[in-house]
């Protein structure tokens, strides 16, 4: 079981992006816990997921999100606006796996 967080402002932009992501995975037979969270609470959620995809709104903290990811073993990513903004599931989902894997 993959488990894939998406960060941004508030966590309410990128639930679309996530029902989406859901829909992929599931066609594709993978298993996948896939949740959207406010920027603000990745300290707490960080350590419960293998890997997390941030929003383009909140890509500025790319570099400090990613020091902070790197002491639990986990990569930090940002999604890119294209994708984000066509919310393209199964791109992101792509994006997110190959990250993991």
Do not use: N, W
Not at 17 to 44: N, P, W, Y
Not at 48 to 73: H, M, N, R
Not at 89 to 95: E, K, M, P, R
């Amino acid at each position: 079981m993959k488990k894939i967080l998406l960060c941004c402002s508030a966590g309410m932009s990128t639930s679309m992006l996530v029902q989406r992501m859901q829909k992929a995975a599931e066609a594709r037979g993978e298993a996948c816990v896939i949740e959207a969270h406010a920027v603000t609470s990745f300290d707490e959620q960080i350590q419960e997921f293998d890997v997390c995809l941030l929003g383009p709104q909140v890509k500025f903290q790319l570099e400090t999100l990613s020091e902070q990811a790197s002491q639990y073993g986990k990569k930090v990513a940002a999604i890119a606006p294209m994708d984000y903004g066509m919310m393209k599931g199964d791109a992101v989902l792509d994006q997110a796996l190959a990250l993991i894997d």
